[in-house]
């Protein structure tokens, strides 16, 4: 696999999990990035909101079909997104823990959260190694039954994707 083919290529994750959005449904792919996960789940026919607060790598989604970008300062005062609903949720490599309890009331009921990042121990391994942007053991897990999501799937330990790895993964649904 060549290198601009690692950068587009969704994360195994998403591709496992991504058949488990609602069908159809619009999807927020939060922080994406170069957008790669919002150019795969157009691909499967879901309308995507792209959000970054990188306007150039947003630039990169102009003319996607399906896919609508929102260059967004997640980490303000202020939740950008309240009063958005949406039918799933992907977040991958991104962490930001005061608006996790925000992010999870924009799921639908119905909706799907698919959520992946680095967790404790990931320093050993390189970047990102700041405990602010590692999940604790079994954080993801808790966050999603605290807002009342019932478990999927969930992962926690050593991977090799993105690179060799500390990660933490969960897919939850908000009931109907």
Known sequence: MNE???????????ERYSSCLPGGGRILDLACG?????????????????VDRDASA??????????????????????P??????AGIVVTNYLWRPRLSDLMATL????????????????????PSNPDFLL????????AAAAG?????????????PKLCRRQAIVAQRPT
């Not at 950068?7 to 998403?14: L, N, Q, Y």
């Not at 997104?81 to 949406?86: R, S």
Request: aromatic fraction near 10%; proline fraction near 4%.
């Open 34 to 50: 170069n957008g790669r996960h919002a150019r795969y789940l157009a691909g499967l026919g879901h309308p995507v909101l792209a």
């Open 108 to 127: 639908a009921p119905g909706g799907v959260l698919i959520y992946e990042t680095f967790m404790d121990g990931n320093a050993a391994y390189g970047k």
């Open 4 to 14: 601009l083919t690692e950068i587009i290529r969704p994360s195994a994750w998403v």
């Open 58 to 79: 947003l630039a990169a989604l102009s003319g996607v079909v399906g896919v609508e970008t929102r260059c967004l300062d997640l980490e303000n005062d202020v939740w």
């Open 149 to 161: 999501l019932t478990e999927i799937a969930f992962f926690e330990g050593y991977a090799s994707e």
């Open 136 to 143: 604790r053991p079994g954080e993801l897990r808790a966050v």
């Open 81 to 86: 997104l309240t009063g958005e609903t949406f």
